[in-house]
Each structure stands twice: as C-alpha cells, then as structure tokens.
C-alpha cells in the first residue's frame, strides 16, 4: 500500500476545473508496478496530427524512457501519438535491461492503439537501479485503450504521482476569431527538484493548430524562466521530462512568434512549477528570491540558485530565523561577479542590509515578523550592473529527512 503523505500546507484548495483538450484522451490503472491499491500508470491517447515538442534532464545518468523520447521528438505527426508513464520505479541505471523494458511497453501501447511505435512517448518516475517489471505494465495496457475518457485529466495527474502530496493542474484559455484555445497541463514533483531542462513530469495539451518547429522553440524558451527556475534540494532527476502536445482540433492556427498563445503558454507553465514547489518534501513556506544589479542576467540567477539551494539560508527559513548573513555567504559563494560593499538585501519589504553592513534603522523584529509567513520574498541587488533573474524554492525541515530516509520502504 502507498503511504499517504500529509497534504503540504502551501497546497492550493483542490484541483482546479481544467478544459477539455480536444484530440485527447486520458485512462489510468492500478498496475502495482511499486504501489498498491492505488492507480500508478497513465496512458494519454492523441490525435492524428498532433504535434509533439519536449525537454528533458541533462543528467549524464538519463532513464531508458528519457533516452527514447529524446530520439522520438520532432518524427513524422501524420498518425495519432500516445504518452505512457508509470509511478514507482524510474527505470534508470538499469543497462540493457531497462532499454529493452521501455521498448516492450511502448510496442505494447503502439499495438494496442493501433499506432507506430515511433510515437509512443514514455516516462518512468520513482525508484532508481530497479529493473522495471513492465510486465505489470503491459498486461493492463487493453484495459488502459478500453477506459479512455477525455474527461480523465484528474485522475491522470493523480496516478503519476510519488511522494507528492497533492495532483498538479492548471489552465488557460483565449478565444480568437469566434474560437476558444485551450492550453491544460500535469504535472508531478515534490523531490529532486533542480532541473537542468525543466524538471519532474510534466504534460501539457493544447488543441491550437501549431507546427512542431515553432512548438519546440516556445517550449524551449519558455522553459528557462519557468521550469529551469525553481529548485527544491538542487538534485536534478535522471527522469526529468516535459512533453507538449498540440493537437489542432481548435481549428486556430498558432504561428511562430503568438504572443497570445506564448503568454497562455508561460502562465500554465509558470503555475505548474509553483505548484512543484508548493508541493516540495516537507517544505512549509514558498519563498520567491529575485537579483537585480547583476552583470549579466545569468550571473544573476548563478546568485539566486545559489541563496535558493543553500541549506543554511533554507533552514534559517524554515526556523523563521531573519539571518541576512547567510544570504550574503550564498552570495559570495555563487562564483559569480559580486561587491561587498554594494550589495543590498530586503526580505519582502524590509531593508536589511546595504552598502557591505546593516542598513540604518532595521529592526529585528520587523524581519523576523515577516519570516513568519507561508510566502516570502527574498531581494538582492548586487550593485553592478542590469542583470535580473528570479527563482523559486522551498524551505528544508525534518520533513524532507523523513520522506527521504523512508522512500525505499
């Protein structure tokens, strides 16, 4: 049985009403690939046409599902498309073995829905160093084709699931000539949150009519100030993968540089990373730390991973503790260009240091107050120039420890 995890604290209300995707179909099942009693394989069928643009993990210890979907993306769209995941085992660090699981599956779901085995998309999540019993997988793969609902997105996001404590949904819509775009998406993330890419799991669908080219590139950038800017504990999957799909059935053609569709696009992105880490293991305050005065925008978010992925400015947060000072160590450890005596720091909107000391007149108190909040804003300037970059990330408590020491059980 699956141990139920404490819902997180920062977790939004429930899962939001997410539009029907035209050209999609969703089914889940109880496979019992790691878990019992609860479903942990998702198959999303697509329509014929639907274009399909990914990022993945930069790990150099990839899965045998990411090393097949990276191969896959970009083939011919004329025939339909399927996407199969499974919680529990992450099939990676498994040689051969896993290689030749993750063909069976995807040669099963391509003889079950009539489809080339070159459009099946899998992703595994879960365990790493474990061989993939696929078996479990494949035998459920006809009642999988037979349950397929368009309606099934919920119950999808639920059933790729691990240690998170809650499903991830969200949603935007635009009407264009008399016609609705729809974009929705899933996601799944809680731990090893430090994406080199985008991060986790992640299926977003939108039934605008987009080429694969001008899909990929949106996807690619956008995925930088969205996905590839959030860290839980700065551990980067072997798993990660972020799947676009763009079925057509709206009828509304989407061209290369929409900056309608982009914004929806970005929001939905942007919403699913939060949620990510909302959801991080133990985490109970969301913390938004943004760098201004850098030289250069990437120097600035060398800065801001570095506060963001430091366990020392992570569990002075999660003890409400207003230590600036560790703020400034991140800082100066980055690697990237910084001066100590024009370095400024607030913690929301309270001036906390500038100019190399404590700034005249702050108290204490007034920053500590502020630490007690679910939701906290931590702001550098570095003094040196235009650069800016702004990332989101967790507090560390116990929480984590507990999770993790206990995963395998």
Known sequence: MAKTLKRSPLAPAGFPALPVIGGVAFATVAAGVRYA??????????????????????????????????????????????????????????????????????????????????RVFSASTGVIGEVLPDDRITSKLSDLAASLDETGIEAAAQAITTTDTFPKGASASFKRDGKTVNIAGIAKGSGMIAPDMATMLVYIFTDAAIAQPALQAMLSDLTGPTFNSITVDSDTSTSDTLLLAATGASGVAIGDDDAEFRSALHSVMLDLAHQVVRDGEGATKFVEITVTGAASDADAKTHALSIANSPLVKTAIAGEDPNWGRIVMAVGKSGAAADRDRLSIRFGDVLVAEKGWVAPGYREEDAADLMKRDEIVISVDVGLGAGAATVWTCDLTHGYIDINADYRS
Do not use: H, W, Y
Request: hydrophobic fraction near 45%.
């Open 37 to 118: 009693g609860r479903p942990d394989v998702m198959l999303a069928r697509l329509a014929p046409g639907t274009a399909v643009a990914g990022v993945f993990t930069q790990s150099a210890t990839r899965s045998a599902a990411v090393l097949d979907c990276q191969a896959k993306i970009g083939g011919d769209a004329t025939e339909g498309a399927a996407i199969i995941v499974n919680a529990g085992n992450a099939n990676a660090f498994t040689g051969t073995n896993g290689t030749a699981a993750a063909r069976r599956v995807t040669q099963g779901v391509a003889d079950a829905l009539n489809l080339p085995e070159a």
